[in-house]
């Protein structure tokens, strides 16, 4: 015979229309994720057209 026994509780039923679910401002690390990916998918297309091209240097900007 089993010294516990445990009843199944069943979450409270919702009335009522759901509140809107808020929209989070995505996390820093995300976002520097997806500039890798954006400049690695850069990179492979060009790779895939034949041209190997190199990124101009900028000019000095005056301050």
Known sequence: MPVFT????????RRGPLP????????????ILDR?????VKRSLREE????A???PKPPQPE
């Open 6 to 13: 445990f009843e199944k509780i069943t979450p409270p039923v």
């Open 20 to 31: 809107p679910i808020e929209k989070k401002q995505r996390g820093v690390i995300v976002q």
């Open 36 to 40: 890798f990916v954006e400049a690695r």
């Open 49 to 52: 057209k034949g041209v190997i």
């Open 54 to 56: 190199r990124p101009q």
